[in-house]
């Protein structure tokens, strides 16, 4: 039986329909980064001087990783992985107490196979490929020695981290959170540039709970010979000490609060806030404690406002209970003359921290670390919010704590943005000019817009390499201190 004819135009758009619900699937098997648009456009990445916002890169002796081995105190392969992410969930056999590497690689060389796929494993591959010319994912035995002994060898000089960092990763200046030494401000690198990490100040109701003079607003306060016997001395202290650390170059506040508690910082009086002032922990109650602490945070971002010193947060990926960024919202709103820095895009929630962007012009975005987190989630989020946010407020940071480490984290990133913004323009969503212009931005130029002083120290410009001092010939302490949270 023939069917009607009056039933054709009916099949004819079920056919239409059908034909356009079908994915195409040479679209959706395309790997971008085999495209002439992602080539072109990583090209132009790579060009750009980066200006990293966050980084943890101590002074070159104590770099934290080194251990006895046959050949003498130094890094190797074991500390490139040791002192990095990828120990924070994968665990990293320790070193023998023979020192021998083969002792140690018998054990390690199988101890990768369950994170292979993992970001925190994939992100420091760059550094063994393009630095060392080593494919890590089919190291040979033969290999992994020779790279052990290169590793040990490269850092007898700092040398090695200068030639990684600035001229290999191409990265200009960085901002640095110095956690040996967070109110002292003291950088090695002319390529750094200092943040003031203000972690330590919102719990410091009594100088018994601050365990290193380094870290301590009641040294401080001491050397500066200021009255510290009262909350409002103690918040005297805390804006002297901030104008001291913008007047050594600091560009920005720095929280992790979020590793301790949650991000709720409720606005409190300062009557009640001083219930826990001048008494050890052990001698108040979680409650008080907490309204000291959100009390502290409050004036210290009103004295970011008066400093225009920008707050970088942590946000996500840490107590991860309180930390989604949507819990600084009631906090961001009443303080629009502060200019909060939202790092780690929030991950996982990068959707809610682009919608808190959108609509609070004092936010920015900071990509820092995320794609060392996860690659394809980082690649999401800047597609996403390059669509709710102008591309002026998405930064970037590597936040490493070796030169391998860096290099790793930064052409992870380059590659990450560039994979984004190339399905974009292959898409048509986005011309391939733009698509450079914004990568330049978020690599670049929108960290220079938001801390106006580092262009100061700018040097790239003149095509001079930085090296290090001639006087700073290694001398290795015996213990490094302990990689950060």
Aim: aromatic fraction near 12%; charge should be neutral; charged fraction near 25%.
């Amino acid at each position: 039986m023939k069917p009607s004819p009056s039933l054709f135009p009916v099949f004819a758009s079920l056919v239409l329909v059908i034909a356009f619900a079908q994915p195409d699937a040479s679209a959706q098997s395309l790997d971008i980064k085999r495209t002439d648009t992602f080539r072109r456009i990583k090209a132009q990445l790579d060009a750009v001087p980066a200006i990293d916002t966050h980084d943890h890169l101590p002074p070159f002796d104590i770099i934290s990783g080194r251990r006895e081995t046959e050949r003498g105190f130094g890094m190797n392969l074991h500390s490139l992985w040791q002192s990095s992410y990828y120990s924070w969930f994968n665990p990293v056999p320790p070193w023998p107490k023979s020192g021998k590497f083969d002792d140690w690689w018998s054990v390690a060389k199988t101890s990768f196979d369950n994170a292979r796929a993992t970001s925190f494993y994939r992100y420091q591959l760059p550094a063994f490929t393009d630095l060392y010319g080593i494919d890590f994912d089919t190291i040979t035995d033969a290999q992994a020695r020779q790279l052990d002994q290169r590793i040990f060898d490269h850092y007898r000089d700092a040398k090695w981290a200068y030639e990684v960092i600035t001229e290999r990763a191409n990265i200009e200046l960085m901002v640095m959170d110095p956690y040996w030494n967070r109110i002292g401000l003291e950088l090695e690198y002319p390529f750094a540039v200092p943040a003031i990490n203000v972690t330590v100040l919102l719990s410091a109701t009594h100088s018994s709970e601050v365990a290193s003079p380094n870290d301590s607003p009641f040294a401080f306060a001491a050397r500066e010979k200021l009255p510290l016997q009262s909350l409002d001395d103690y918040l005297a202290v805390l804006e002297r000490l901030l104008e001291s650390g913008k007047a050594r170059g600091a560009v920005c506040l720095k929280a992790t609060t979020a590793y301790e508690r949650t991000l709720a910082f409720e606005k409190v009086s300062k009557e009640r806030a001083a219930k826990a002032w001048g008494r050890p922990r052990n001698q108040s109650s979680p409650e008080d404690l907490k309204a000291f602490q959100d009390f502290v945070m409050w004036h210290l971002v009103g004295l970011s406002a008066k400093l225009d010193l920008p707050f970088q947060i942590h946000t996500g990926h840490a107590r991860i209970q309180g930390s989604n960024p949507m819990l600084l919202v009631d906090m961001i709103a009443a303080n629009p003359g502060t200019k909060f820095v939202l790092f780690h895009g929030g991950y996982p929630w990068i959707g809610e921290t682009g919608a808190i962007a959108t609509r609070h012009a004092n936010v920015w975005i900071d990509s820092v670390w995320l794609p060392t987190i996860s690659y394809t989630m980082a690649k999401r989020a800047y597609q996403e919010w390059l669509e709710v946010v102008p591309s002026n407020r998405i930064l970037w940071g590597a936040d490493a704590h070796h030169a391998e480490g860096i290099y790793g984290a930064t052409e992870f990133t380059r590659r990450c943005l560039a994979e984004a913004l190339a399905e974009k323009v292959e898409r048509g969503e986005l011309r391939e000019e733009h698509a450079a212009r914004i990568g330049r931005q978020i690599l670049r130029e929108n960290a220079l817009e938001l801390f106006p002083s580092m262009k100061q120290k700018l040097w790239k410009h003149d095509g001079k390499r930085l090296t290090p001092p001639p006087a700073k010939a290694a001398v290795i302490p015996r213990e490094s201190p302990s990689t950060p949270g």
